[in-house]
């Protein structure tokens, strides 16, 4: 009887809820049909993305005819065809625009994510937040998945731990000595490819100047008026592959203790008979096919490892594609990992660069992977974790937080596990989302620009969208639509001041306090002038500190708590949480003394990027989760 009474309040949770879930693609597919058929009858869903044909393989509510439209609107279409009983309201939005604000959230129940990155969660966080509606967040790498319940108070907000970020390298290391391919990658897609075809206004560190004039341009990658594309390809090999590393071996300093590169010359590289016969195959003539080098050389195998020549042919023939099928784009370009001619160019400029510095090539394959971070995604994962997450959504409705539960779906068993279901903890006192503790920021106050503060802390960092920053009583920068013209003019003109000559001075010991209207979140921060950084391990100049320490936890086999000192792995994390002093407790203890002890978790979530998964990479961890 009590089971058939439970099953019975659920059912009216479920048909009374309303929800809103927030991507329509890998995850978003599977949740949004796991919804319906359980029995969610007011379904709201957000998602920017259109339809590419790459999603298709698994993102089974698209089919080739919808090419380019609204992933959320062809995916309330496909459900309404088998329960066209039921509401179901598509936006074809940014979750971030305005429109989707603390009050448009608060008409929810719970909210649903299947994002793809890191911004756009913080962002849902911070709204949920807000609004007081439980999130329920999830994502998925290959094999890997996870499923977290996030609820105001009760337990961490998705912030309360510190994300790992995209690994950065210095700007030496990038231009002078590479010794890992990722570092080629980098070079060729972030320097070489930029500097080609994407905003000729940005700042770039490659040697624009010719060894012997050869350009009668001042820089060497503006094209002259009367040079063929052949040459112009032939000039750029030979100057980025040849003269500026023969410019590196002029510092011998810097190759005492280092292998000496090789200076690469077209003519050495691939012969002129060869040279001429690039793109005889004439397979990307065609105006209805995307262009590509790989076609018009004949070459068919993105997974073999290609010789110098053959690298070589390929980024000649790629370079001169986009001059010639994609005039108009150049100049505007920036890298997509989507985009074939693009994955060419920056995979063959990185594998000659490897070449020069005794690194090994890799494939065309392979380098797309590391240009963009990927692996590919797996249906079945997409289908368990939907199916986890409109479990835990129940639970909310019916608030049963006793069985509230991080879930991790597991690559391998763990004693005979592939599910493996986790207590959720509880908020992190030290985290600034949720709990306002102030940030500590190292900063050179006399060198460094308010713009840098904004864009490499607040905005990148903080994740906030439009902020507003005040030094005591005094606003010195605010963003968004809306100001006066008088008061932007003065708010663009304080951007490009150092802090220490601001209208109201950041000196050390300044307190600044940073809000985001839009996303009702606000915190300070405190300043510590620093005069020197290490520019190996703290290349941006400035260090955001203010989090408690990570507390290292494991889970075992059979699901029993433990504490460990060993780094978390894939198969699930969790600290020690019985009520000792300093450590936290389970769930229902924090609900009974309404206490909120602060405590951190190592549990990283990972996400479904569509076609392709972004990893942000922590050495420390023998499988990959990005977060």
Request: aromatic share 8%; proline share 4%; with cysteine.
């Amino acid at each position: 009887m009590a089971s058939a009474a439970a099953s019975a309040a659920s059912e009216e949770a479920v048909k009374a809820a309303k929800v809103l879930m927030v991507g329509a693609g890998g995850i978003g597919c599977e949740l949004l049909k796991t919804l319906a058929l359980s029995g969610f009858s007011d379904i709201h869903i957000i998602d920017l993305d259109t339809i590419e044909v790459s999603n298709l393989n698994r993102q089974f509510l698209f089919r080739k005819t919808h090419v380019g439209q609204s992933k959320a609107h062809v995916a309330r279409d496909a459900i309404l065809k088998f329960r066209p009983n039921i509401n179901i309201k598509s936006y074809h939005a940014n979750v971030k625009d305005s429109e989707f604000n603390v009050d448009f959230f608060k008409q929810f129940n719970v909210v649903m994510n299947g994002l793809d990155n890191l911004d756009a969660r913080r962002h849902v966080n911070r709204l949920c937040l807000a609004a007081e509606v439980p999130l329920v967040e999830s994502g998925t790498t290959g094999f890997l998945g996870q499923v977290t319940v996030h609820v105001k108070g009760k337990t961490e907000c998705y912030e309360c731990q510190p994300k790992p970020v995209p690994k950065s390298y210095p700007v030496c290391t990038i231009t002078s000595t590479p010794s890992k391919f990722v570092h080629c990658i980098v070079w060729a897609k972030d320097l070489l490819f930029a500097k080609l075809f994407g905003d000729k206004n940005q700042d770039n560190d490659l040697n624009v100047h010719s060894k012997d004039g050869s350009s009668s341009n001042s820089d060497v990658f503006k094209r002259d008026a009367d040079e063929d594309l052949d040459q112009y390809a032939r000039r750029i090999y030979d100057h980025v592959f040849g003269y500026n590393i023969e410019v590196a071996l002029d510092n011998e300093e810097t190759w005492k203790n280092r292998k000496r590169p090789t200076p690469i010359y077209i003519r050495e590289a691939l012969p002129e008979e060869a040279l001429k016969q690039n793109g005889s195959s004439g397979d990307c003539t065609k105006e209805h096919e995307e262009p590509s080098a790989m076609a018009s050389l004949g070459l068919t195998n993105p997974q073999e490892i290609w010789t110098l020549a053959d690298n070589s042919r390929v980024f000649v023939e790629a370079f001169k594609l986009f001059f010639q099928k994609r005039e108009k784009e150049v100049g505007n370009l920036i890298f997509d990992k989507d985009d074939q001619l693009a994955v060419e160019f920056v995979s063959t400029a990185a594998n000659i660069r490897a070449y020069s510095f005794g690194i090994p090539l890799h494939s065309l394959f392979e380098a797309k992977g590391v240009a963009g971070n990927i692996v590919h995604a797996v249906a079945t994962t997409n289908a368990i974790i939907a199916g986890l997450i409109v479990i835990e959504a129940i639970k909310v409705l019916r608030g049963d937080y006793k069985n509230y539960r991080m879930t991790f779906c597991l690559e391998h068993p763990t004693r005979k596990m592939l599910l493996m279901p986790v207590d959720p903890f509880e908020p992190n006192k030290s985290c600034y989302v949720c709990s306002e503790t102030p940030l500590l920021l190292d900063v050179n106050t006399k060198e460094t620009k308010l713009r840098e503060v904004i864009d490499k802390i607040i905005k990148s960092k903080l994740g906030m969208n439009l902020p507003l920053v005040m030094i005591g009583s005094t606003l010195v920068f605010e963003d968004g639509d809306g100001l006066e013209e008088d008061e932007a003019a003065n708010y663009a003109l304080n951007l490009d001041k150092v802090l220490a000559e601001l209208p109201a001075p950041v000196i050390n010991g300044t307190k600044l306090t940073v809000e985001d209207f839009q996303q009702e979140l606000s915190c300070s921060i405190n300043i510590k002038h620093r005069e020197e950084f290490d520019e190996e391990k703290e290349p941006e100049g400035m260090v955001l500190s203010g989090w408690s320490a990570p507390v290292e936890k494991q889970v075992n086999g059979n699901g029993e708590n433990k504490s460990a000192a060993s780094p978390s792995s894939a198969h699930g994390t969790v600290e020690d949480i019985s009520a000792k002093p300093g450590m936290k407790r389970k769930l229902d203890e924090i609900s009974e003394t309404k206490e909120n002890c602060g405590a951190s978790t190592s549990a990283q979530v990972v996400e479904d990027d569509d076609d392709l998964l972004m990893l942000d990479e922590d050495p420390k961890l023998k499988k990959k989760w990005s977060q």
